[in-house]
């Protein structure tokens, strides 16, 4: 089956600093990830997708992620944060078994960022 | 690209009556769109897949004749909540398949408040 962890529900940085939110996967093939951010009270925006291209997959508005098999990991990633980035992050999975290509939704991690 | 509109953003009405939101995909076609809910500080959780010209496909627990749902064109879903009362009150987003079969673009919610 397949499913996605977010490691925390919280991150906090200061701006202008790294950001690191965690996402580690479960498929039993080749799996399709996303990362969404949600601002509040807003629909999903997307901001990358891995499809078994490139590991190293570049996003908006400065995000990255990179798709380690050996760790089974989607980790986003961005260099220096800044304020409007604080919002509501999900790592995501396409569940092909028995659906239609449902997306199954980690947890989310809030990201807030001090001045 | 890949834009996905919804109306209305807010809606407020009394317990018992329906309210329809419809889900609108502006610069593609979309033959499958989704239905989520999502309660304060959580996670998505799929309510149904619309398919065009097709019967909606619901997730376990949630009940067909409360939530309808009509996928009449290839640009539009709706959904409507019929007898609505106070615990339906919630966040409602849409989201429409990209032609790359796999990518979901999200609209930008609808909050009902049953009052």
């Known amino acids: 089956a397949q499913s996605v962890t977010q490691l925390d529900s919280h991150v906090s940085v200061s701006e202008g600093t790294p950001v690191l939110l965690r996402c580690n996967y479960s498929?039993?093939?080749?799996?399709?990830l996303f990362w969404y951010v949600q601002h509040p009270n807003k629909g999903l925006q997307l901001l990358l997708k891995y499809t078994s291209a490139a590991t190293l997959v570049k996003g908006i508005n400065g995000f990255e992620a990179e798709f380690k098999k050996s760790e089974t990991s989607f980790h986003l990633t961005k260099p220096s944060a800044h304020m409007s980035d604080a919002a509501e992050y999900f790592c995501v999975v396409i569940n092909y078994e028995g659906s239609q290509g449902n997306l199954i939704f980690g947890k989310g991690t809030k990201l807030s960022v001090k001045p | 690209g890949a834009v996905v509109s919804q109306h209305p953003s807010r809606v407020i009405c009394k317990s018992g009556t329906s309210v329809k939101i419809e889900c609108r995909s502006l610069?593609?076609?979309?033959?499958?769109m989704f239905w989520y809910r999502q309660f304060p500080k959580q996670s998505l959780m799929l309510m149904a897949t619309?398919?065009?010209?097709?019967?909606?496909?619901?997730e376990q627990g949630v009940e067909k004749d409360k939530f309808l749902i009509n996928h009449a064109s290839l640009t539009l879903s709706t959904l409507t909540v019929t007898s609505a009362h106070p615990e339906d009150s919630s966040f409602y987003i849409c989201s429409a398949r990209g032609l790359d079969q796999e990518t979901q673009y999200f609209g930008p919610g609808t909050r009902l408040l049953v009052l």
């Open positions: 610069d593609f076609q979309a033959t499958t």
């Open positions: 619309s398919n065009e010209g097709s019967k909606a496909t619901y």
């Open positions: 498929s039993s093939y080749s799996p399709s």
